[in-house]
C-alpha cells in the first residue's frame, strides 16, 4: 500500500532525531541564497510542491519569487534557475564555478558518487575526458558509427514489416535498436533482438526510467535517510540498478579473459588497459569499481534517453499526420526510396531537422535537468551561493520561456526554421543540458533520432490506431523525466 505525502511527512518528522542535520548546505557559511518558500523543519517545502507534478509546483513558485529562487527539497536547499536567461547566465557564462554535480539521493545510493554522470572534481573530469576520447576513437560522430546506426535502422525496418501493418508497440524494439549502437561501441557488439538477457536488459533500463521518474522517487529524492528503511516500489529501482551492475561486471571479466593489448575492440578493453598503466599510481580513477559504474552509466543513458525520445517523435507524427506527410516529401526529394538516409542529408532537409529539434524542445525529456552543485564559493546575481549548494537548472521554463518561443504550449516546427524555410538553430535549445555538463553523447544521440525517424517514415506510413485529435502527447509520469504514454500504431509499407 502506497503513502501519502502526509504520512511520508509525518514519519520524517517523528524520525527527526535522525536528521539533525537541518543546518543543510549554505547555511552558517557566511552564504546569501536567493529569497524562496520559508521552509518548515525537516520537511522543507513540502506542502507548496506536489511530487506527481514538480514542474507545475515550480512554475507556480517561479511566479512569486522570480527566476532564481531557492526551495528546500526536504532538509536541503536547492537553487532554482528559471528561463533561458538565468540558465545560460550560471551554466555557460560562469560554468566552471556550476560544473559539479548536486544530490540526486535515488541514484547516488547506487553510484556513490562513481562514474561520468554523478562524478565530481578531478575524477570527474579526468574520466570524462578520457570517455570522449574513446568514444570518438570508436567513431562517435564519424561515419562508422553512421554506418553502425543505419543497419541498426534496417533491422527496425524488417522488424515492423513483420508485424503486416498490425497494431504495434514501438517501445521494446526501439529500445533493443537503440542500446545496440551504444553496446557496439561500450561491449564491441551487437545482440540479437531475441536473446532473453538482452531483452531483460532492456526492459529494467525501460522500468527504471518510469520508476526514477516516478512519485516514490521524488518522496525518496526529500527523505532518503527515512525511505531507505521503508519498503515501497523504489526499492525496486535499486533491484534493478543491481542486476544491471552485475551484468556490466560479468562483461568485464569476460573482457578480462579475452583482452589483447595491441588490437582494443571497445571502450571496455581501453578502460582495462588505461587500469594496467596506472595500476602502480595510488591516486588512479582508474579501477574496476569505476568501470562498471561508468560503463553503466554509458549503457543506461545512451540507450533510454534516445529511445523515450524516438517513442515520443513517432507518437507526434502520428498526432500530426500533415507534418509527417512534409517529413516523407523532404526525404524523396533529398533521399529516395532506395537509398538509405545519411547524416549528410540533413543539409537538404530543413524542415525535418527542424521537427527533429522542436520534438526534443516540446517533449522536454529532463524537465527539471539533472542537479548541479556550485564547486566554490560563489557570486550570481548579487547573491552569494556557498560552495556545494545545489542548484536546479529548469530547462521545462527554458523550452517554454515566452521571451523565446512564440507559443512554447504547442508543437510547432517554424521554431526552428527562419522566414525562408531553412533550418535555424535556437539558443534555448538545451535537451542535452549545456555548459560544462553538456551530456558527452550528444553527438551521437543526435545522429541516431535522425537516422532512425527518417528511415521509418522512408519505408513506412506511420498511422495511430485512433483518431489523430485523441492521441495525448502528455507525459504518462513527470518526475527525472518525461515519460510517454503508451500506444500502438499500424507501420503501413510505402
Not at 25 to 33: D, I, M, S, V
Not at 233 to 240: G, L, V
Not at 446 to 464: A, D, G, K, N
Request: hydrophobic residues 40%.
Amino acid at each position: 500500500m502506497e503513502f501519502s505525502v502526509v504520512t511520508v511527512a509525518l514519519l520524517a518528522i517523528c524520525l527527526s532525531c535522525l536528521l539533525l542535520f537541518r543546518k543543510g548546505k549554505g547555511q552558517g557559511t557566511g552564504g546569501r541564497l536567493p529569497p524562496g518558500p520559508r521552509p518548515l523543519p525537516i520537511v522543507g517545502n513540502l506542502f507548496q510542491l506536489d511530487p506527481k507534478n514538480m514542474v507545475k509546483s515550480l512554475l507556480a513558485l517561479r511566479e512569486r519569487y522570480g527566476s532564481v529562487y531557492t526551495i528546500y527539497l526536504g532538509p536541503q536547499p536547492f537553487v532554482a534557475l528559471c528561463g533561458y536567461q538565468a540558465v545560460k547566465e550560471a551554466l555557460v557564462d560562469q560554468g566552471e564555478e556550476f560544473s559539479g554535480r548536486g544530490d540526486l539521493p535515488v541514484v547516488f545510493r547506487f553510484t556513490q558518487g562513481d562514474g561520468i554522470a554523478f562524478s565530481n572534481g578531478e575524477k570527474w573530469k579526468v574520466l570524462r575526458r578520457f570517455a570522449i576520447q574513446i568514444l570518438r576513437d570508436f567513431g562517435m560522430g564519424r561515419r562508422s558509427i553512421e554506418e553502425r546506426i543505419q543497419e541498426e535502422a534496417q533491422c527496425v525496418v524488417e522488424e515492423l514489416a513483420k508485424t503486416k501493418a498490425e497494431p504495434f508497440d514501438p517501445t521494446f524494439l526501439i529500445s533493443r535498436a537503440v542500446s545496440n549502437v551504444i553496446c557496439s561501441i561500450v561491449f564491441g557488439d551487437r545482440f540479437d533482438y531475441e536473446d532473453k538477457k538482452f531483452l531483460t536488459l532492456v526492459g529494467l533500463m525501460n522500468d527504471n526510467f518510469q520508476r526514477l521518474s516516478s512519485w516514490w522517487a521524488q518522496v525518496y529524492n526529500l527523505f532518503p535517510h527515512v525511505i531507505s528503511y521503508l519498503p515501497g516500489p523504489h526499492n525496486r529501482i535499486f533491484e534493478n540498478f543491481e542486476k544491471l551492475r552485475l551484468f556490466v561486471l560479468e562483461m568485464v571479466k569476460l573482457h578480462q579473459e579475452t583482452l589483447d593489448p595491441n588490437f582494443p575492440r571497445d571502450f571496455i578493453d581501453c578502460f582495462l588497459l588505461k587500469m594496467q598503466q596506472e595500476k602502480e599510481d595510488p591516486l588512479t580513477y582508474f579501477h574496476t569499481n569505476t568501470l562498471v559504474m561508468t560503463t553503466h552509466n554509458l549503457f543506461f543513458g545512451g540507450t533510454e534517453t534516445t529511445s523515450t525520445t524516438l517513442r515520443y517523435g513517432i507518437l507526434i507524427l502520428l498526432k500530426y499526420p500533415e507534418k509527417q506527410a512534409k517529413v516523407y516529401e523532404e526525404i524523396n526529394q533529398a533521399v529516395g526510396p532506395h537509398r538509405s538516409p545519411s547524416i549528410e542529408d540533413r543539409a537538404q532537409m530543413p524542415y525535418t531537422e527542424a521537427l527533429i529539434h522542436e520534438i526534443q524542445r516540446f517533449i522536454d525529456i529532463f524537465p527539471m535537468g539533472i542537479p548541479h552543485a556550485v564547486t566554490s564559493d560563489t557570486h550570481f546575481r548579487g547573491y552569494v551561493l556557498p560552495k556545494g549548494t545545489n542548484i536546479m537548472p529548469f530547462f521545462h521554463s527554458v523550452h517554454n520561456d515566452v521571451t523565446k518561443f512564440k507559443d512554447p504550449g504547442r508543437f510547432d516546427p517554424t521554431n526552428f526554421l527562419d522566414e525562408n524555410g531553412g533550418f535555424c538553430r535556437h539558443e534555448a535549445f538545451m535537451p542535452f543540458s549545456t555548459g560544462k555538463r553538456v551530456c558527452l553523447g550528444e553527438a551521437l544521440a543526435r545522429m541516431e533520432i535522425f537516422l532512425f525517424l527518417t528511415t521509418l517514415v522512408q519505408r513506412f506510413t506511420l498511422q495511430p490506431v485512433v483518431p489523430p485529435e485523441e492521441i495525448d502527447t502528455s507525459p504518462l509520469i513527470s518526475g527525472l523525466g518525461n515519460v510517454p504514454r503508451p500506444y500502438k500504431f499500424r507501420a503501413i509499407p510505402r
